[in-house]
């Protein structure tokens, strides 16, 4: 679990408090009271529910933030070296993936099903995981900063929901179930999962064909799925909780984090953009995204994983931000093959990706739980 910094300890009053020894100022004695107080508190409330030992452990750990609740400071090099001590999986979708990033890896990036030269007629083979370089978990792994013992296994592909997690992603070729990656070597999970279940991409698409100032007489984008976004989150929550639960019980060594969603859109919005989006459905998406990533974290809280919620770090840096602050990509209409739109649309690059990669090794050398 969490493992904040430990505090200096204090030295014994050898001597009964001769003049001149240093004793705790107000605002230190306060604290340590303050402290003391929630501590007893919970404490009482286990000597309630009859199991003292167990919600005094609880509330110690709650409070630091650790899960051993003994040498904190080396409880944090413990848990850095727990998370690098064997094979790091990395599961998701498309916002795990690197869509929209580049340097796709071989055999994540072809469709047959587009060429239609008569040598490939009926062959409709094809992977569009879009497994990018770039992508923050490799980005991680390739940290010359952080040695892991093992190897490097990203299974994450665009357009991945949670069914994909159990079950072949019938979508592509030769993708298995996520979780089959998942072992007791592994030391490392990371995922990014539930856009899609929720049906962002339709969103999207629908703003963009009659947003907040639209066709007249045509219900728009936020009229059409305000409810039905709040709904599904509200539906997701439990659906990931057992998921997260699973992928602890599949990998008992590893420590799990979940990488939430960043805003898509600068704050303030700018109307002046090829998405073709008005500024108050750009604001309103950004609001469902802070709704997901609170679902999310609260999901992750009570299945005991870590969480990051990258909204901070990519302020500034949305669709609209200044050329060269923009870390996510602008709508694209270049799409392969038959797309009209290319998919990497409304995803980070490389750069969002980077900032990513730099919120996951912060959270390794320095874990905090939601």
Known sequence: MSRPLRGHDRPGAAGGGRAGERGATGLEYGGMVAVAAVV??????????GNLAQHTTSAVCRIFMQEGCDDTAANVQDALERALAGDYVALG???????????????????????YWPGNWGDDSHNRCHRSSSAYAEQTYNDPDFDFGGSFTPVYCSGA????????????????????????????????????????????????????????????CQETW??????????????????????????????????GYPRLFNDPPSEE????????????????????NAMLRDAAREAGVEFIDPTSAFLGHGVGAPDGEQWINDLDWGGPGLSVTDPGSFHPNAQGH????????EQLRHPRYP
């Not at 070597?185 to 999962?193: R, W």
């Open 40 to 49: 007893v508190g919970l404490v009482w409330f286990g000597i309630v529910h």
């Open 93 to 115: 979708d498309s916002f795990a993936s690197g869509e929209g990033a580049g340097d796709y890896h071989d055999g994540t990036d072809y469709d047959k099903r587009d060429d």
């Open 161 to 220: 929901e949670t069914v994909d997690l159990d079950n072949p992603n019938h979508s592509n070729d030769d993708e298995a179930p996520q979780l089959d990656a998942l072992s007791e070597d592994t030391s490392l999970v990371t995922m990014s999962i539930g856009g899609n279940d929720l049906g962002f991409s339709d969103v999207l698409t629908d703003c963009v064909l009659n947003g907040e100032r639209g066709v007249p007489g045509i219900a728009t």
């Open 226 to 259: 305000d409810t039905t976004l709040d709904d599904r989150i509200e539906d997701l929550r439990p659906k990931l909780v057992e998921l997260y639960g699973r992928i602890r019980d599949q990998a008992p060594n590893a420590r799990v984090v979940i990488m």
């Open 273 to 292: 953009l090829n998405n073709m989006l008005f500024a108050e459905d750009q604001v309103w998406m950004n609001g469902k995204a802070d709704a997901l």
């Open 354 to 361: 980077a900032a990513m990669a730099a919120l996951l090794a």
